[in-house]
């Protein structure tokens, strides 16, 4: 048995979210002469032959002779598959592999890419693949909404299609200065705010919705600028209508969140009794203060979408367990008030909360002189009132108000988009890089070139590693027969990462090979392929 060992490499290559555009009909011409013929249903196909004296089709359900002359064989493709016509005649030996594709996916091609355009779609990519029979399209759209739109204008042709459109990741961060400050009730009034009667700032500002919030006077959106806002607050401070208790900044990525406490913990001890009569004490910290949930998201016209939770805990007055003199646990309760909302503002809108009153208490006592301190009867003699709200100094209420401006400090979007536009284009330029070994025998040279040029025309980098960047090497070993039959096929050299490894070895298995150049005496070849995946930037 003649066996020969072949070595050759394809170059894959990847160019940013841009995958092969070029389908194999494009790439790979009518290559008859070396032993492989692509046909599709219903297509007859005349091979030129001299006086045959013998003709075999191996599968004729796929495809078979119609009608057969000293100077043709007529052949008509049936159905999808593959099967090989061989024939004798005076010059010897020679066989065909026909390969039968349902359809030329080029038709579908045009009219996807024509409906793509329709929606305003230019960083997508298709590429007709007839051996599946489908279209496979590629690349990124930015929101699951885009995704959306694209597959309702692709429905009619949704089972001719292989989706490999991703949602873009927006990797846009977002500084949020947040201040938080307890103001004078009075105070809140010089903010051009007047709870709970509507908003009455001289800026253009307007509530957000009731039916989102449920607190039409709480939520208030302005456009003033972030230093008319902090010279009205520093005035406020300044004549002590005003006291800031926080001013951190915080940043975090577009549709991620980020988490603000300002106050801190309260110890809570719970005590267990054992069945035997022992005691254990537990000890839980519960937080309290002022709690903020912010979730931004960048959207298009450099708009920001926040999605806020804003929690406030108080801790209240001491609540004894047990009698007055022989107290047996001392407990402190927490009040909370949370308000939950979703607003859309512009790149350095203020989002302003305010409403979150604190109430005080006035105790004024009455009493006579030396009689209103007489144990038991001193209790004629005084009179004790107690006021709850309202006052003024140091007994009035005391307002929270909380500001967020949010700020897009780095926004790829616009420049990605460029870039993959960019790539689409200048990928219609380029072409593989293919290499040959001076050790292969020139009547190999051809056949071999045909296969590398099959493995390249069918083979891409894998979708799902699209934004990672890496490279890899890897060799593929794969044995053909004379008739074209892959016996085997395995990785020689792994490239250290599996999913590389697996799109190489189904992309050569699903692949169909043409018979050995009827020149050739070999009952089969081992080549040996290195794929080469690869970025360019």
């Not at 693949?129 to 429905?155: C, F, H, N, P, Y």
């Not at 902090?230 to 006291?243: E, N, P």
Request: charged share 25%; net charge neutral.
């Amino acid at each position: 048995m003649m066996r020969y060992i072949v070595k050759t490499t394809v170059l894959v290559s990847l160019l940013l979210a841009n995958f092969l555009s070029a389908s194999p009909q494009d790439l790979f011409t009518d290559d008859s002469d070396i032993g492989n013929v692509i046909m599709y249903v219903n297509e007859t196909r005349v091979f030129s032959v001299n006086e045959p004296e013998r003709i075999a089709i191996g599968t004729p359900a796929v495809a078979d002779v119609t009608k057969a002359t000293e100077n043709s064989i007529t052949v008509i493709a049936k159905s999808a598959g593959g099967t090989t016509l061989s024939w004798w005649d005076k010059f010897g030996e020679h066989s065909r592999y026909i390969s039968v594709y349902k359809e030329r996916m080029n038709r579908v091609k045009r009219r996807i890419d024509d409906l793509i355009r329709s929606i305003g779609f230019t960083n997508l990519q298709t590429q007709a693949m007839d051996s599946e029979g489908k279209v496979m399209i590629k690349g990124e759209v930015k929101t699951q909404v885009d995704k959306d739109r694209l597959l309702a204008a692709l429905a009619g042709v949704k089972d001719k299609i292989l989706d490999f459109v991703g949602i873009w990741e927006d990797k846009s961060s977002v500084e949020i200065a947040v201040e938080v400050l307890e103001l004078d009730k009075d105070a809140v009034r010089s903010l051009g705010f007047d709870l709970p009667n509507a908003l009455a700032l001289t800026e253009s500002s307007g509530p957000t919705s009731s039916a989102v919030t449920g607190f039409s006077n709480i939520f208030h959106v302005s456009d003033w600028t972030r230093s008319a806002l902090s010279s009205t607050l520093d005035l406020l401070i300044q004549s002590g209508k005003a006291r800031v208790l926080s001013r951190p900044r915080l940043v975090c990525r577009s549709e991620k969140e980020a988490e603000l406490l300002v106050g801190g913990e309260v110890p809570v001890f719970t005590t267990e009794v054992a069945s035997g009569g022992g005691e254990g004490t537990d000890v839980e910290y519960k937080e309290y203060g002022i709690k903020l949930n912010v979730r931004p998201t960048v959207v298009e016209n450099n708009r920001i979408d926040i999605v806020l939770n804003v929690e406030v805990s108080e801790i209240g007055d001491e609540v004894v367990i047990g009698s007055a003199n022989s107290p047996t646990a001392k407990a402190y309760p927490l009040s909370k008030r949370t308000i939950s909302t979703e607003v859309s503002l512009k790149d350095g809108a203020t989002l302003s909360i305010g409403g979150l009153i604190k109430e005080k208490t006035e105790e004024d006592l009455k009493k006579f002189p030396w009689l209103g301190d007489v144990p038991v009867l001193g209790a004629f003699f005084r009179h004790k009132e107690v006021k709850s709200g309202g006052g003024s100094g140091k007994r009035g209420n005391t307002e929270l108000f909380i500001t967020l401006t949010p700020r897009i400090i780095s926004n790829t979007g616009d420049n990605r988009t460029k870039q993959i536009e960019k790539n689409a284009l200048s990928h219609k330029k380029s072409t593989f890089n293919f290499y040959e070994k001076n050790n292969i025998p020139d009547s190999l040279k051809e056949y071999i070139y045909s296969i590398q040029k099959r493995i390249a025309n069918n083979i891409f980098y894998p979708p799902v590693l699209s934004r990672t960047g890496w490279e890899a090497n890897l060799i593929v070993s794969l044995k053909l027969s004379s008739i074209g039959e892959l016996k085997d096929v395995h990785i020689v050299k792994p490239s250290g990462y599996k999913t590389f490894d697996s799109q190489a070895l189904e992309t050569v298995k699903r692949l169909a090979y043409p018979s050995f150049p009827s020149h050739v005496r070999l009952e089969e070849v081992t080549i040996e392929v290195p794929i080469v995946y690869k970025t360019h930037r």
